[in-house]
């Protein structure tokens, strides 16, 4: 029986590629834009409070100013920057998705809107990509 790795080691010697990068990035992008034409207020107010697009435009510019990085270590702090760029681009297609079926809705005021909790996930998400943004510039100083 072959012995299993967790996924983060599978990267640790090597960086991900820019183009699943940039595909993140623009999945984000997009995403972002989709979900503030929906004009919902709430939503909108959550999401320039967090930041997301400048904080992926950072991390985006972190991985082609470093794409031959050969220090594990940075390296695989990049990767885990872009493992959470990837949730968080995940979540916000989720919170796009529930808008879409809100919009459907008849009485969509009087029904529980089940984004609320993506949004809170997005937060959390937000966080985990801040402190590891941290944690990356304080590793390469």
Known sequence: MLPTLPLG?????????KEVILETYHGINSSLYSIQSFNMESVNMVLEN???AKKIEIVNSLFVENH???DKTKVLALNNLHEIADKIKNE???????LDF???L???YFRS??????LKKLERHSKILDSRLDLYLRISN
Do not use: N
């Open 9 to 17: 080691s599978l990267f640790i010697g090597e960086l991900i590629g």
């Open 50 to 52: 967090l930041d997301i």
């Open 68 to 70: 031959l990085e050969t």
């Open 92 to 98: 916000l297609d989720e919170i796009k998705k529930d």
């Open 102 to 104: 809100c919009k459907t």
């Open 106 to 108: 008849y009485f969509s």
């Open 113 to 118: 809107k089940p984004y609320f909790e993506k």
